[in-house]
């Protein structure tokens, strides 16, 4: 039996619900599973047959089979609800279902080995991962036609849009890479690597996420989708996961492993996982429903589409030891609520908005981790964790100086950096990129003055203590002077300019001068010896800027 928050027994959202979880039997071996935009019914792949069963969510029982020959593996649903697209990889085909009749309408061929699949968001185009052949296939909707195919790395695996339809994502499981497609010209723009064995993809409703199923390290990646780089992972204790899905509100991330048969459940706000979901037997994909309150997942063991109530959740799930955080509850039952507890600590203050979310103002706390408890007039239900963090620590940086146009990037060791979302230089805030929690990196931004600010970061906890960071003017020459002198060299020669302080070099048409910094205003330079004629006077720090006085030096 699938295991359920405690939730489930005591706090019911509507009668029907008391039932779940519960399975809806379909055909051998179910793999694929999409529901239709209006979420009315599922459409699963049932790969150990040839057909389609059509579940009814409703009533959760099979309203339709749609037979479309041997193998049938994923399925994505058009953006209108349309058409159902099948993929069929030992036929190295794509068959078209029109939902309205549930008949196939087309059956596209010419693939190699098709796996995963997706719609454009405007419904014109088809984009089919060709794992046999390491390329993507683009189909237009309308002609049901192969019209261009991408190559992207070995055996791809999973297809996913980014929200607006400017890129595509690709899994490669067998290159340990991720493709970026631009989908206006069909041609990979980034190759993200550091993957083993890539498999599922979800990408987060505001597309500033990807979410990538690390099966060979047991972990999920988190990609900033701005820069297309790794900016986490989070750990996945049960085994290796295949396949994700987010809950519609971004509050959780489900992800599926196949052995033993259990499915994750991360808080992707604090990349942290905060349940587990057990008794399947072999489950291979997961959707929600369309206001996220259930959860469809194919047990490919049992022939089934396991149905459950969605876990409840908390975000955000952290925050400071002195409370007054307000945080949401999501779940079901809470009309009637009586009172809400964090560990020992009742809060004050909370509104239940409607039968499925709690506001809450998290009372103070003196433990980390303690335990968030719903009371109704039924009975206690515990729906999560709640965190109360401490503030983090910044203990060094390895680069204390930069100049004011900013550009520096900066590492800073500390302890308690997880969580943390800004780092300050004075007043202007950059994000991080969070290494570990003893570990960040972050680029400076540009001051309008030099001189010292002070560097600070704050997580749910708090602010940090601080550390100094200076700017050093930009470098610049106004004058030299004088302007020549003998051939022979050893003539004094002031140059006046700002941002002087921070200069380690100094040449004369190349040649390296002797020096000596005044102030930042001001440097004394003994000429060196050199050919008549006009050379450049060049000033150089030690990270590598260089200013060039407006005049040149003549040599007479």
Known sequence: MVSVPPSAALLAADPSDLFLPHAVPVGPAPVGIAVTPDGAAAYVADSGGGAVSVVGTATDTVAATVPVGSGPWEVAVAPDGSHAYVTRPAAGAVTVIETATNTVTATIGGFSGPRGLAVSPDGTRLYVANSGAGTVAVVSTATNTITGTVTVGNTPDTVAFRPDGAVVYVSNAGSGTVSVINSATNTVTVTISGFSGPRGLAVSPDGSRLYVANSGGSSVGVLNTATNTVIGAVRVPAGAPAHLALSPDQTLLYVVVPTPGSVTVINPSTATVTGTLVGFDSPQRITTSRDGLRLYITDGGTDTVRVLRRPASITPNQGPRGGGDLVTITGNGFTGTRAVCFGLSSADQFTVVDDEHITVVTPSATLSSVPVRVVSASGTAVVGHYYYRRVPVIEHMTVATGPQNGGTLVTLTGRRLYGVTGVWFGKTMRTPTVLSDTQMTVVTPPSAASGKVPVYSANPGGVSNSLSFTYLANLTISSISPTSGPAAGSRPVNINGVGLSA??????????????????????????????????????????????????????
């Open 503 to 556: 200069v380690t070099g100094v040449t004369f048409g190349g040649v390296t001068a002797i020096f000596k910094v005044m102030s930042d205003i001001k440097l004394q330079a003994i000429t060196p010896a050199h050919a008549s004629g006009p050379v450049a006077v060049v000033v150089r720090t030690a990270d590598n800027r260089t200013a060039t006085a407006p005049t040149p030096y003549t040599y007479t």
